[in-house]
């Protein structure tokens, strides 16, 4: 079993993605791994229109922040041209950004799976 986020709307559709989350899912889960789906994370919903709107430039910040938490991996739309995708274009990430964007990720996963877990609740 794989648990993945993708945020929960809040107020006036918006998605809002809780790093507190990852710890209760993966810990209700008996530490199933959990992915964060940082691409839909990001899209905005237009109840009206025919297609999500997306903040695309906030895909790196997020990915970083779900990274820091230590969760098992993330699931990332990428297009050559997203700006002419035929869905969720606002929110891909651009294909040329893929690998020194899953560089930083390793980077930031390796450095944080590096360290011993601290007991803070006592």
């Known amino acids: 079993m794989i ?28 530490n199933s791994p959990v992915i964060f789906d940082v691409t839909h994370a990001l899209q905005c919903r237009d109840p009206f229109g025919a297609a999500s709107g997306g903040r695309r430039a906030q895909v790196s910040e997020l990915a970083r922040a779900g990274m820091a938490v230590g969760i098992a991996g993330l699931f990332i739309e990428a297009h050559p041209d997203p700006d002419h995708a035929k869905c969720d274009g606002p929110s891909a990430l651009p294909l040329d950004k893929l690998e020194p964007f899953l560089k930083q990720m390793k980077a930031i996963d390796d450095l944080v799976k590096s360290f011993d877990e601290l007991d803070t609740s006592k």
């Open 3 to 30: 648990l993945c986020d993708r945020g929960a709307n809040f107020g006036y559709d918006n998605l809002v993605v809780d790093m507190l989350g990852f710890g209760v899912m993966k810990k209700a889960s008996n």
